[in-house]
């Protein structure tokens, strides 16, 4: 049982794995972290299940940052609850990435995204500035007019930090109203450059 990750990255991985599926009968089952790669997941002929049923062995997902100590940026897609549960999930991680996603500091080129009830939003914003908050938006959508909903229900905040430091992704999911963070704090994956 594999947990796919979600995003571009994750797209052409699954694409592979469905080649060598045809090639090689491989038995296996993936437990996609969103909509949009379940589908795709379904489309590639691969076997679907869910976190619910089946516990994953392994997972793979890409990445918007990685820092030197492995730590993770991720979420711009709006996945980032389902990937996170995949992430806590599993004793074996695997991030692909290429060069460009290495940063010395995380929030360096990306804000962290932050998945949030929509009745909190200001409370969230409020209680952030005590942890260095520098900017935070609502996230808004690019096809339609209003915010990105995730597939929880809930609004996504991108915040900038003055520092992002070890421990950040705790402090944020200590605020009422916060359903998951972009931070990956801790997780010690294996990164694989392309």
Same mark, same amino acid.
């Given at each position: @049982?594999?947990?796919?990750?979600?995003?571009?990255?994750?797209?052409?991985?699954?694409?592979?794995?469905? #080649? #060598?599926?045809?090639?090689?009968?491989?038995?296996?089952? @993936?437990?996609?972290?969103?909509?949009?790669?379940?589908?795709?997941?379904?489309?590639?002929?691969?076997?679907?299940?869910?976190?619910?049923?089946?516990?994953?062995?392994? %997972?793979?997902?890409?990445?918007?940052?990685?820092?030197?100590?492995?730590?993770?940026?991720?979420?711009?897609?709006?996945?980032?609850?389902?990937?996170?549960?995949?992430?806590?999930? %599993?004793?074996? #991680?695997?991030?692909?990435?290429?060069?460009?996603?290495?940063?010395?500091?995380?929030?360096?080129?990306?804000?962290?995204?932050?998945?949030?009830?929509?009745?909190?939003?200001?409370? @969230?914003?409020?209680?952030?500035?005590?942890?260095?908050?520098?900017?935070?938006?609502? #996230?808004?959508?690019?096809?339609?007019?209003?915010?990105?909903?995730?597939?929880?229900?809930?609004?996504?905040?991108?915040?900038?930090?003055?520092? @992002?430091?070890?421990?950040?992704?705790?402090?944020?999911?200590?605020?009422?109203?916060?359903?998951?963070?972009?931070?990956?704090?801790?997780?010690?994956?294996?990164?694989?450059?392309?």
């Amino acid at each position: @049982v594999i947990g796919v990750g979600s995003g571009s990255t994750s797209l052409m991985a699954i694409q592979s794995i469905s #080649r #060598r599926l045809k090639n090689e009968r491989l038995d296996i089952l @993936v437990i996609p972290t969103s909509t949009e790669m379940n589908f795709a997941c379904q489309h590639f002929g691969l076997s679907v299940t869910d976190i619910v049923v089946d516990k994953p062995i392994w %997972c793979f997902d890409g990445a918007d940052e990685v820092d030197e100590n492995t730590n993770l940026n991720k979420g711009r897609g709006g996945a980032l609850y389902k990937e996170k549960l995949m992430m806590s999930s %599993c004793q074996e #991680r695997y991030i692909l990435i290429d060069n460009s996603k290495k940063v010395k500091h995380l929030g360096t080129n990306f804000p962290i995204p932050i998945e949030v009830q929509p009745s909190s939003v200001s409370y @969230v914003k409020a209680e952030l500035d005590h942890f260095g908050l520098r900017e935070v938006s609502i #996230r808004l959508a690019g096809g339609k007019d209003g915010p990105v909903y995730s597939e929880n229900n809930c609004l996504l905040l991108d915040a900038w930090f003055d520092e @992002v430091y070890e421990g950040l992704e705790k402090d944020i999911k200590s605020i009422t109203g916060v359903l998951e963070s972009g931070l990956f704090q801790g997780f010690d994956p294996t990164i694989i450059t392309s």
